[in-house]
Every structure is written in structure tokens, then in C-alpha cells.
């Protein structure tokens, strides 16, 4: 039998407060009573950042929730692709700066190479010290090691926009999903007896 009202105990007794943050806290503030399972209680759950994908993997059940998978699924396909295009359209972006940083770290990487053979080159001919010849090596690896965080720095600050805008292309896609499983949330729980 479903309940009149959803409480913060019964979140609770459901074990919702294992998805990472305190649903059952948030919950309890905005509806310290418990709340119906209204049109307008579903979205303001949206706004306050609760689960109601959890609502209704722990609270509908049956025919109900069977219902309600074939109502939601045109809406998870039309997530699916927006997180599908943010992701391509972020590997795109950021492939086009990877190749320029591995080709960065390929010199740089060529540069160290050349600089340690050298150093080995002239401490076997005696030109240089066994002490002369650590050095250098430690000179060349410092330069190496001081280039690749340049280049990966770079890269962070070349991706980061194209990361946020991936970002919030999912944020806004997962809104609009949200809003359109509420109706069939609510007909679900219609449907439950």
C-alpha cells in the first residue's frame, strides 16, 4: 500500500542517504511533515538537488514502475544524446590541443635525450667529470621535467573551457530529462495502490 506522504524516516528506512550526499536531511527541511507526491513537489525535489530517479527505484514498484520505464525511456534517449554530443564535441576540442602537447613533450623528450647522450659522450672521453656529468644530466631532466608541466598546464588551461561548456551542456541536459520524468513519476505513483 502506498503511503499518503513520503517522510524523511521513510527515506531513511529506504536507504537513500547512500547516494552521496543527505537526501533525507534536505528532504526533511523543505517538508519537515512529509510531502505528497504532487506535480509540484516532484520539481521542487529538482530544485533542492534530490533524487527523484531514487524515489522511484525505492518507492514505486510493479506495473507501476513498468509504466513509468516506458514513459521515461524517450527522455533517457534524448539525455543520452546530449551527453553523447558534449562528449564528442569535448574529445574533438581537446584531440586538436592533445596533439600539440605531445608533440611539445616528443621535442622536449628529444632535447633531454640529446643532452644526456652528450654529457655520456664527453665524461667517456674524459672531457667532463663523472660529478660535471650528473649534473648535466640533472640540468637536462629539470629542463625536460619543467617543460612537460608547462605543456600540461597548457593543456589544462587550453581544455578547461571546452570541460565547462561539456559541463554545462550535461548540467542543462539533465535538467530537461528531469523535467520530463516528473509527469511520468506522478502517473506511476498514480498507479500504485
Given at each position: ?11 531513511i ?6 547516494c ?20 509540484e ?7 533542492l ?13 510493479g506495473p507501476?514502475?513498468?509504466a ?5 525511456a ?32 616528443a621535442?622536449?623528450?628529444e ?10 659522450v664527453d ?32 593543456f ?5 573551457p ?27 505513483w498514480?498507479?500504485?495502490?
Amino acid at each position: 500500500m502506498k503511503p499518503e506522504k513520503i517522510t524523511a524516516e521513510m527515506l531513511i528506512e529506504k536507504g537513500t542517504a547512500k547516494c552521496g550526499f543527505d537526501q533525507a536531511g534536505t528532504f526533511r527541511r523543505e517538508w519537515p511533515y512529509g510531502a505528497e507526491v504532487t506535480l509540484e513537489n516532484l520539481n521542487r525535489a529538482i530544485e533542492l538537488g534530490l533524487s527523484i530517479e531514487l524515489f522511484v527505484e525505492k518507492f514505486v514498484s510493479g506495473p507501476a514502475k513498468e509504466a513509468y520505464r516506458k514513459a521515461e525511456a524517450p527522455a533517457m534517449e534524448a539525455f543520452q544524446e546530449v551527453l553523447d554530443t558534449a562528449q564528442d564535441a569535448l574529445e574533438e576540442a581537446t584531440n586538436l590541443v592533445a596533439e600539440a602537447c605531445i608533440k611539445a613533450v616528443a621535442t622536449a623528450g628529444e632535447t633531454y635525450g640529446k643532452a644526456i647522450a652528450l654529457a655520456k659522450v664527453d665524461y667517456r672521453r674524459l672531457a667532463i667529470s663523472e660529478e660535471a656529468c650528473t649534473e648535466a644530466i640533472a640540468a637536462a631532466q629539470a629542463v625536460f621535467f619543467a617543460e612537460t608541466d608547462r605543456v600540461i598546464d597548457s593543456f589544462e588551461e587550453a581544455t578547461n573551457p571546452d570541460k565547462e561548456a561539456r559541463m554545462k551542456a550535461v548540467r542543462a541536459g539533465r535538467l530537461v530529462y528531469l523535467k520530463a520524468i516528473v509527469s511520468p513519476i506522478y502517473e506511476a505513483w498514480q498507479m500504485m495502490e
